[in-house]
């Protein structure tokens, strides 16, 4: 703060609380009608203050069945999402961190030529390739499986060249001492690299963690057996009733259930969250 | 390119380690990538039985569609209606916050956390409160304006939901970066032009403003890349390009013509486009902003 302003100070808390207000309008929205019964839906607007019905609408949601397009009980759909966000960032960690200690600790011939390829994966998201990377999957008959909705999103060179950052900082002299030693890559790679990523990592796997949650296209695409849908990718489906009115509780129930996790982890973790976003967007 | 100054001398260990990243992007990355490029010079018959080469002709088919054209425009207008409302917000809030001593803590961690709502979500709930007959935002506009809102029917209407529920879910993202270039800027600089009598609004636009140029220019990239890819969900959650194709953005319309128009040689011609486009962009990015806008 420059200069000491009275008005300026009331403004700038004025500016904050709208936008405080504006962030969390669209939750409020949600999680109120998420607490109504489907009849209060039914005519005028929607209710802006809470109802009783809270308890009927999560626990029925949770257990599925309610109507034709809610037949899957949604504990599955967050089951398939936890494991396809935990899948994604574990393996994503995992494959980019050896490929940058390959890169960075030794030389060997086409070493700038496999970062190339790495450094492409960044301009071919998913969504400019849908087609021809829906055959690949459908050929490999990765369709409907765990394997077909994580393993081709491990693929990273955000990455990649985060831990390449992070590695080419870590002083010459450990690796140097470690090989005197008598350390070998595996051993030094496990003992002294590891151990002294950690932050990174963590940080890295919360961004990681929404990102693999938060996925939508992707699961579209390679599911269309209900018993692998993510949430975020099945509310849409609920939400399409052609010849009902929707039952708007339950889709709200679901929609708070759906932001819930990956809202917690960046409020939990935001320590983490903010260093895991400025590292891997240098 | 840099390395260590000692290195390990195995062989075949970098190989082995780096294995697995590579298979996966030769087979999940360059193999589809490379497909889309062959399929694009292809015309497949209405029966799916033979192919035909045909050269450019789907790009000059592209390129001559009023449809394609009209996505196009589409995207441009979506794509600058969200990137600057999206910034400007969150500049403005990151301002604010930086005058703030004891509360940025607790203001910064209440404006955050949307960028945890997947941009999916974000749609649903905005479409929820946009809803015609139910929603709070147009019963308000009908009382007030007497504005018949329906983004089923009006195409205008369909775009300002898919931009305010885009806007709604970026603005915790840029926000973030807006508050940490905000606080690389000496203070002694806006301290000297205070003393030297400048008010805020001219301290603004002198001193903070040119100052956070490389902030801006580099979330200008991102929020870009942002509107043009990540957007596909809240459309796809919304209005599913509608009506009649007020929201098919570039991206959906890939989509909607390879996956449920199933014309391949036309939906591959278009990811090429879209590729040619992310490249632009990631070159842009690399190049002019590792150096850093400079005042």
New interface residues.
């Given amino acids: 703060?420059?200069?000491n302003?009275r008005w300026?100070?009331i403004?700038?808390?004025a500016?904050?609380i709208c936008?405080?207000a504006?962030?969390?309008?669209?939750?409020y929205?949600?999680f109120i009608?998420s607490t109504h019964e489907p009849s209060a839906?039914a005519t005028?607007?929607?209710p802006?203050l809470p109802g009783d019905n809270i308890a009927t609408s999560y626990t029925g949601v949770m257990a599925g069945g309610i109507s034709s397009q809610m037949s899957v009980p949604i504990s599955l759909m967050l089951f398939n999402s936890m494991v396809m966000a935990l899948l994604i960032a574990v393996g994503k960690i995992v494959?980019?961190i050896?490929?940058a200690?390959?890169?960075?600790?030794?030389?060997?011939p086409f070493?700038?030529l496999?970062?190339w390829?790495?450094f492409?994966?960044?301009?071919?998201?998913v969504?400019?390739?849908?087609?021809?990377?829906?055959?690949?999957i459908a050929d490999?008959g990765m369709l409907n499986s765990y394997t077909g909705l994580t393993?081709?999103l491990?693929?990273s060179a955000t990455a990649?060249f985060l831990f390449r950052q992070v590695f080419?900082t870590i002083p010459?002299e450990m690796?140097?001492a470690a090989?005197i030693d008598g350390a070998?890559?595996?051993k030094?790679f496990r003992d002294i690299l590891l151990p002294m990523s950690q932050t990174n990592i963590a940080a890295l796997f919360v961004i990681l963690f929404?990102y693999g949650?938060?996925q939508?296209?992707w699961p579209?695409?390679v599911t269309t057996d209900d018993s692998f849908y993510t949430i975020?990718?099945g509310?849409?489906r609920m939400?399409d009733v052609v010849d009902s009115e929707p039952n708007?509780n339950y889709?709200?129930a679901v929609?708070v259930l759906?932001?819930l996790p990956?809202?917690a982890?960046?409020?939990l973790m935001?320590r983490l969250?903010?260093k895991g976003?400025?590292d891997s967007?240098k | 390119m840099q390395t260590k100054r000692t290195i390990f001398g195995n062989k075949g260990l970098p190989y082995l380690l780096l294995a697995p990243q590579l298979a996966i992007t030769a087979v999940f990355f360059l193999w589809p990538a490379g497909q889309a490029v062959y399929q694009s010079f292809l015309r497949e018959d209405a029966f799916g039985l033979s192919t035909t080469f045909v050269g450019m002709r789907n790009y000059e088919a592209l390129f001559n569609s009023s449809e394609y054209l009209n996505s196009l425009q589409v995207t441009v207008v979506f794509s600058i209606a969200t990137v600057i409302a999206s910034l400007g917000i969150a500049l403005l809030l990151a301002l604010a916050v930086d005058r703030m001593i004891r509360s940025a803590a607790p203001y910064t961690t209440l404006l955050v956390w949307p960028y945890a709502v997947a941009p999916a979500v974000a749609g649903i709930l905005w479409w929820f409160i946009f809803n015609p007959a139910i929603g709070i935002l147009p019963y308000a506009l009908e009382m007030t304006l007497g504005y018949d809102w329906n983004h089923n029917l009006n195409g205008n209407d369909a775009m300002i939901l898919v931009v305010v529920a885009s806007v709604w879910k970026q603005i915790s993202y840029n926000f973030l970066f807006f508050v940490a270039g905000l606080q690389s800027i000496p203070a002694s600089l806006r301290e000297a032009a205070a003393i030297d009598g400048a008010g805020p609004v001219k301290r603004f636009w002198t001193i903070t403003l040119p100052l956070l140029s490389p902030t801006t220019f580099f979330l200008l990239v991102v929020n870009v890349v942002y509107t043009l890819f990540d957007t596909f969900a809240v459309i796809h959650a919304t209005t599913s390009g509608g009506p009649a194709q007020a929201t098919n953005t570039l991206v959906y319309k890939v989509f909607d013509d390879g996956f449920i128009g199933l014309n391949l040689g036309s939906s591959a011609a278009q990811s090429v486009v879209l590729m040619c486009l992310v490249m632009l962009l990631t070159f842009v990015q690399f190049r002019y902003v590792e150096r850093r806008v400079t005042y």
């Fill in positions: 703060m420059v200069e302003q300026l100070d403004l700038a808390h500016v904050l936008g405080v504006l962030v969390a309008f669209p939750v929205v949600a009608a839906f005028g607007t929607i802006l494959i980019s050896v490929s200690f390959a890169i960075v600790y030794f030389r060997f070493r700038v496999a970062f390829l790495i492409i994966t960044l301009m071919l998201p969504e400019v390739r849908i087609l021809p990377t829906y055959e690949v490999l393993v081709p491990m693929a990649t080419l010459d690796m140097e090989r070998g890559p595996m030094f929404i949650w938060n939508y296209l579209i695409l975020v990718a509310i849409k939400a708007w889709i709200m929609t759906a932001m990956p809202v982890v960046v409020i935001q969250f903010v976003l400025v967007e």
